[in-house]
């Protein structure tokens, strides 16, 4: 069935009975806004996602030690923490191959390389501190290193898609993640730097994940 | 004098088909079945209004195949892009003389 009039000259165009210019501006705008939210909706359940496993893995680590009154055992702690980092990294990757299904071209090439960056950029520093372990770091340097680790990573990865998709607040999520969690909590030593973690980086990724939900439902109602 | 609009940008369907597509820039091509779902429209009827785009330039068609299957992949073309900015223009510029002439009215 075809839906439309068909138009065979420019006159044909203006006929009163089509829909009206301002209707079309109307139609061109919501439908671009369509396939803008096509694509942000991934990013807001990964923004979500990352901020969960942060916020929940963190303050349960955190929880887990005699300064956070050892709420949960310890064994119990970690386990959660890296099956929530895992599935943060694996729901991640699968959102941004998702989000590349069924193109090809600039954006296939884009979303692909992110996607598989960010798998990469969770297993990776993962080696480099079992290599630092085995050179001889204890418990406590590498309680620094892995939280320092990966918000350096993390934060960078967003600072650069942030610069690369034209998005000033991912910029700004990604520097804040770098300089709190690679810069500051650091030197605050284990288990504090665990809930800043917690509260600064997984904070940050929900409420950047929730203002980009609030945003799109409002451009929906418009 | 208003603006022209071109009849092939004018017409609901093949206008979203054009929106979506310009979003994606002339480097990203999208399969078929995906621009489908997006617009929402039967397969016969995206096809129909995609041959007219093709036809006039606007819009590539790529058929190719993944293994035994058929890909169809459609991108914009830059004379589609140029036309789509032409016709976003003309329907600014009748929308905003409509505007005046009605502020006119209600000022006289």
């Known amino acids: 069935m075809n839906d439309d009039r068909e138009p065979t000259s420019p006159s044909d165009a203006v006929d009163p009975a089509a829909p009206s210019p301002a209707d079309m501006l109307r139609l061109a705008q919501q439908q671009t806004r369509v396939v803008s939210q096509q694509f942000s909706r991934r990013t807001v359940s990964t923004m979500l996602m990352w901020g969960v496993a942060w916020f929940a893995g963190f303050l349960l680590v955190w929880l887990s030690t005699p300064q956070g009154g050892a709420v949960v055992p310890m064994v119990f702690g970690w386990i959660v923490f890296s099956v929530l980092m895992l599935a943060a990294f694996v729901g991640s990757t699968f959102a941004g191959t998702r989000t590349s299904h069924g193109l090809r071209g600039r954006m296939y090439f884009q979303g692909a390389v992110f996607g598989w960056t960010i798998f990469a950029c969770g297993l990776f520093p993962g080696f480099l501190g079992a290599a630092l372990a085995r050179a001889g770091a204890s418990d406590a340097v590498l309680a620094v290193y892995y939280p320092g680790a990966y918000s350096l990573i993390i934060g960078a990865l967003f600072v650069v898609s942030g610069a690369m998709w034209n998005r000033v607040a991912m910029i700004v999520l990604g520097g804040w993640i770098m300089i709190v969690g690679g810069a500051v909590a650091p030197f605050l030593g284990a288990p504090a730097n665990y809930l800043v973690m917690a509260f600064a980086g997984g904070g940050a990724f929900i409420l950047y994940g929730l203002i980009l939900l609030v945003g799109s439902r409002w451009h929906r109602a418009r | 004098m208003p603006a022209e609009l071109d009849p092939l940008i004018h017409a609901p369907a093949r206008l979203r088909i054009m929106s979506t597509l310009v979003a994606l820039g002339t480097e990203t091509a999208m399969v078929f079945p995906r ?27 790529d058929k190719r195949f993944a293994g035994r299957s058929p890909v169809t992949y459609l991108a914009v073309t830059a004379r589609g892009v140029a036309a789509y900015a032409d016709y976003l223009a003309a329907l600014r510029d009748i929308v905003a003389a409509a505007e005046a002439a009605t502020s006119l009215e209600k000022n006289a």
């Open chain 2, 35 to 61: 621009l489908q779902q997006l617009l929402g429209m039967t397969a016969g009827n995206l096809s129909t209004h995609l041959t007219k785009l093709e036809q006039a330039g606007y819009v590539s068609v």
